[in-house]
């Protein structure tokens, strides 16, 4: 069995480090928990947010997100974050740099877009980014998710991953959610498309154990 490893949108803008972007709580804290998933796996996968400030889905209160938007390409307003050039932009102190993932995504580069998963540029996902047929090219069998925010971009993300064939692990302590409320019904999503959810890296090792028998 091949597995990948993949981590979502790990970025400053996502932590308290960038308190007026979206500052998910411990969101900086998941990089050790991340780092624990690569060693298990043959392949690095990353991604990043990549927005311009001018994004059709901007506002400039944090009061004023999560309304509702009329655009094919973006759901939700958001205040602007992840912007190339800003700290925000930036992956968390401890990963790899982008280049030396073995394969990374930027998405939402143009300013009509703002998706959440990292498998396609677009909301019907018909625009693929390549990850899924690069990990089919590689003879990938499993992917174990982690990365911010658990209740946006890591679920949305998993969810393609596992619509597209793959086995999924999420593992938790390498992922932090924006709400709680919001965590659980990710999660709850997530368990009914069959994507394992691991509480502790025992757990993990006991499920990578069972899937990939010596």
Known sequence: MKIASFDVDAQKGF???????LPVPEGDAIVPALNQLAARAELRIGSKDAHSPQAAWVVDTHDKMLRPLPLA???????????????????????????????????????????YGACYHDLAEK????????????????????????DY???????????AGFEVIVFLPACRAIANETA????????????????SLEQLDDILAKENPR
């Open 15 to 21: 932590t308290p480090l960038c308190p007026n972007e």
């Open 73 to 115: 390409n973006a759901d939700l307003t958001w205040v602007s974050h992840c912007v190339p050039g800003t700290p925000g932009f930036e992956l968390l102190d401890g990963l790899p740099a982008p280049l030396d993932y073995h394969y990374f995504v930027w998405k939402g580069v143009e300013p009509d877009l703002h998706p």
């Open 184 to 199: 659980e019904s990710a999660c709850l999503a997530m368990r009914e498309q069959g994507i394992t959810l691991a509480t």
């Open 127 to 150: 625009r693929s980014t390549g990850v899924i047929e690069f990990l089919r090219q590689n003879g990938v069998d499993l992917v174990l998710v982690g990365g911010l925010a658990l």
């Open 153 to 163: 971009c890591v679920k949305t993300t998993a969810l393609q991953l596992r619509g």
